[in-house]
């Protein structure tokens, strides 16, 4: 069974740093295909795409958020961190990871595919 | 960015009613050469994560009722749930994975 949980502060300050880790199990990030992603959801607002990391380590951000962005992996310890750079109270969201399989062939790899299992999300509020 | 624009944002259909939600996509998340649209739904109830339903714009996930089912290509999509029950009560998104990843605002859906 896949499972993903978020973990984080619940409350940070304006023009601080936001450090998210995804603790995953069920599957390894070391394997072919496998990829964790992070999104955001805005009380009563839609999923935002934030940022990717496949097994071989490649990363994609969102280009609106590119350079505020950094997600990591710790392969043997099955995280994924996401850090969330000079943050500002339109950052408050709750923050979800989920799992993402790469679209694979002898040609390549698709780049991008749809997401699931997703963890239960952790809010996060900034406010001074 | 792929713009996904749903619609309509909330409708409220009786039990056992079939409801339509659209999603129209700015580009084409169709893939020719592999003839597969790159576009899901998913299901939000209230105070959870996301669910997958419906994976390359028409297939349904394992564990997923037929009563929903996905249907377009292209540029435009449809999800359709045939018998509203009361389970199915949440909001519904798109999104795009032709390129990267986008998300419909969302559809409503309530009982009438």
């Known amino acids: 069974q896949v499972t993903l949980r978020e973990s984080g502060p619940a409350l940070v300050k304006p023009t601080e740093t936001l450090t998210l880790t995804c603790t995953f199990s069920g599957f390894s990030l070391s394997s072919s295909g496998m990829c964790v992603s992070w999104f955001r959801q805005p009380p009563g607002k839609a999923l935002e795409w934030l940022a990717l990391?496949?097994?071989?380590?490649?990363?994609y951000y969102s280009p609106s958020l590119k350079t505020r962005l950094t997600i990591s992996k710790d392969t043997s310890r099955d995280q994924v961190v996401l850090t969330l750079t000079n943050l500002d109270p339109v950052d408050t969201a709750t923050y979800y990871c989920?799992?993402?399989?790469?679209?694979?062939?002898?040609?390549?790899?698709?780049?991008?595919?749809?997401?699931?299992?997703w963890g239960q999300g952790t809010l996060v509020t900034v406010s001074s | 960015d792929v713009v996904l624009t749903q619609s309509p944002d909330s409708l409220a259909v009786s039990l056992g009613e079939r409801a339509t939600i659209n999603c129209k996509s700015s580009q084409t998340v169709l893939y020719r050469s592999t003839n597969k649209n790159f576009l899901a739904w998913y299901q939000q109830k209230p105070g959870q994560p996301p669910k997958l339903l419906i994976s390359w714009a028409s297939t349904r996930e394992s564990g997923v009722p037929d009563r929903f089912s996905g249907s377009g290509s292209g540029t435009d999509f449809t999800l359709t749930i045939s018998s509203l029950q009361a389970e199915d009560v949440a909001v519904y998104y798109c999104q795009q994975y032709y390129t990267t990843p986008t998300f419909g605002g969302g559809t409503k859906v309530e009982i009438k």
């Open positions: 990391i496949d097994w071989n380590a490649d990363t």
């Open positions: 989920a799992r993402m399989t790469k679209l694979c062939s002898a040609s390549g790899c698709f780049s991008y595919n749809c997401f699931g299992p």
